[in-house]
Structures are given as structure tokens and as C-alpha cells.
């Protein structure tokens, strides 16, 4: 019931640019990106529902394949405040959210 | 901006001992939930909760665990006797629900968490 996040881990220069992909076996509702700093609590970003359009945020965007179940979030022009931890969140509209493993992003001078 | 607030930030203790972790959920906000984050891993669904019942809970919510709402405003986590493999940082979350978010989406509100150490 878990998505499935990768990579793992990105490092980037600022200015590089960064995909991260969630992926579910199960049929998906909607799908939330968060981002978690070290040593505080994840913190929403964006949210795509099915049948929604592709979402952006600042240099933050995402996409919702529905067919495939799968999201990908693109960072663009990556800053230093981008780093941290980001999780895809999976809700099959019953209120019940599950994570995936998170991707940890560190962004390098 | 309204927020979740859980207490205590910090708790330290004995193996085998009873643990009660408290949440202030948004107010009015309907569904509230546990995660549960072992240090550097990933953050792990405990419980849902609506209604004054549980919703969904995943397979780590065994019989040690149960969660209550006492008063209409607090929303606790109990671990009845703690083991070392308990400590992680435990977070609580409340959304208004898919049906009522005027956004039509139900997007979690994190408290900072709290973080147990069991000994």
C-alpha cells in the first residue's frame, strides 16, 4: 500500500535541476509531495488529484500520471533552501495517507 | 495560521513503562492521525482516526498501542509498555477530509512531533 520513491538520493549544484519519481501498484485518488527539514516536521508542498492538472510552486512542479499511477516532482533551478527530505504521499480518497520512503535532496553551493 | 501541537517535545523512558503522547489537532479539523518516524527513515503510518473510532491502522499499531480522544480536543497516543524499538519521533497530523476542505482536498497538517526514547 506503500508508493515507492526513488532515487533514494539526489545531490545537486544550485541552479541543477532535479526529478523525483512515486510510483503505486494500487489505484490513487490523489498524490502529495511534502518536504521535510532536518529535525522538524514534513510540511505540504502540493497535492494533484486525479483528474487534476499538472501543479507548480515556485520552482517546484508535479505531475499525476493516472494510468501508470505514478507522480514525478521537478525541481528546477535548485536553491539551497530545497534541501531536506521530500515525501509522496498516496490516498485512495479514503482519508488514509501513506508515504513513500522519501528521496533525500542536498543542494551544494 | 492555525497549527497541531503535540507535547511532550521530548520524552525519555524505561523500557516497559506506559507512554502517553498528546495532540492539540486544528480545531476544526475531522481526521487525525499518527506517524511514527524511526531517526533518519521513513515516516511510517500508525493510525487514522474519525468519528471517535479508528479508521485504518497499519500493522505496527498492534495491541500495545491505542489512541483516544478524551475530550474533544486532545487526541492521545498510548504505548502501554514500551521497548526499545519504540523510540522514534512520533508525529500527529489532522486534515478537515476529503468532502469538506473547501479546497476539496485533504491536505495533512503536521504538529512538530514528539520524540521518544526508550531506554
Known amino acids: 500500500q506503500q508508493p515507492v520513491q526513488s532515487p533514494q538520493a539526489v545531490i545537486l549544484r544550485e541552479g541543477e535541476d532535479a526529478v523525483i519519481n512515486c510510483s503505486s501498484s494500487k489505484a490513487l485518488y490523489s498524490v502529495h509531495w511534502y518536504r521535510q527539514k532536518h529535525g522538524e516536521a514534513p510540511v505540504f508542498l502540493m497535492i494533484?488529484?486525479?483528474?487534476?492538472e499538472q501543479k507548480g510552486h515556485e520552482k517546484i512542479s508535479a505531475s499525476f500520471n493516472e494510468k501508470k499511477q505514478q507522480s514525478s516532482l521537478y525541481l528546477t533551478a535548485s536553491q539551497l533552501s530545497y534541501s531536506g527530505t521530500y515525501f509522496c504521499?498516496?490516498?485512495?480518497?479514503?482519508?488514509?495517507?501513506?508515504f513513500g520512503a522519501g528521496t533525500r535532496l542536498t543542494v551544494k553551493p | 495560521e492555525p497549527e497541531v501541537t503535540q507535547t511532550p517535545s521530548h520524552q525519555v523512558t524505561q523500557m516497559g513503562q506506559e507512554v502517553i503522547l498528546r495532540c492539540v489537532p486544528i480545531?476544526?479539523?475531522?481526521?487525525f492521525y499518527w506517524y511514527r518516524q524511526i531517526l533518519g527513515q521513513k515516516v511510517e503510518f500508525l493510525v487514522s482516526f474519525y468519528n471517535n473510532e479508528i479508521s485504518e491502522k497499519s500493522e505496527i499499531f498492534d495491541d500495545q498501542f491505542s489512541v483516544e480522544r478524551p475530550d474533544g480536543s486532545n487526541f492521545t497516543l498510548k504505548i502501554r509498555s514500551t521497548k526499545l524499538e519504540d523510540s522514534a519521533m512520533y508525529f500527529c497530523a489532522s486534515s478537515e477530509g476529503w468532502g469538506t476542505a473547501k479546497s476539496g482536498a485533504n491536505v495533512l497538517t503536521f504538529g512538530a512531533g514528539s520524540r521518544l526514547t526508550v531506554l
Open positions: 504521499g498516496t490516498e485512495r480518497g479514503n482519508n488514509d495517507m501513506r
Open positions: 480545531s476544526n479539523h475531522l481526521y
Open positions: 494533484l488529484l486525479k483528474g487534476g
